[in-house]
Nanobody, 128 residues
Framework: EVQLVESGGGAVQAGGSLRLSCTFS????????IGWFREAPGTEREGVSC????????VYADSVKGRFTISKDISKKMIFLEMENLRPEDTATYYC?????????????????????WGKGTLVTVSS
């Protein structure tokens, strides 16, 4: 059974930082692309960053490039999203996801879709 569990959300002021974590089970990094999405109130869920097989190359949405960094811990089966210089518009529920299409630097803008597995999400609130 595939499971993804996020943690690390919270409330910060603009310019602050947060680190999100996602622990997964039921698959390996070799099986699926894995990454982060977010959904702000009143908007559609959007892809933020992903790691594509086989080398776990990182891909980012333009809105977070230079501020967010995705990384992984293979032994712990975890991925992370280091978020710096946060803005109020980054306020959203952030979801860890696996097995989807579109994780490529050649898709501009980044369009991740067809997600098969979702976590339950963790809320990030950035105040001005």
């Amino acid at each position: 059974e595939v499971q993804l569990v996020e943690s690390g959300g919270g409330a910060v002021q603009a310019g602050g930082s947060l680190r999100l974590s996602c622990t997964f089970s039921g698959f390996t990094f070799d099986d699926y692309d894995i990454g982060w999405f977010r959904e702000a109130p009143g908007t559609e869920r959007e892809g933020v960053s992903c790691m594509r097989r086989p080398d776990s190359d990182a891909v980012y949405a333009d809105s977070v490039k230079g501020r967010f960094t995705i990384s992984k811990d293979i032994s712990k089966k975890m991925i992370f999203l280091e978020m710096e210089n946060l803005r109020p518009e980054d306020t959203a529920t952030y979801y860890c996801a696996a097995r989807f299409q579109g994780c490529s630097p050649y898709y501009v803008p980044l369009y991740l879709h067809g997600v098969r597995y979702w976590g339950k999400g963790t809320l990030v609130t950035v105040s001005s």
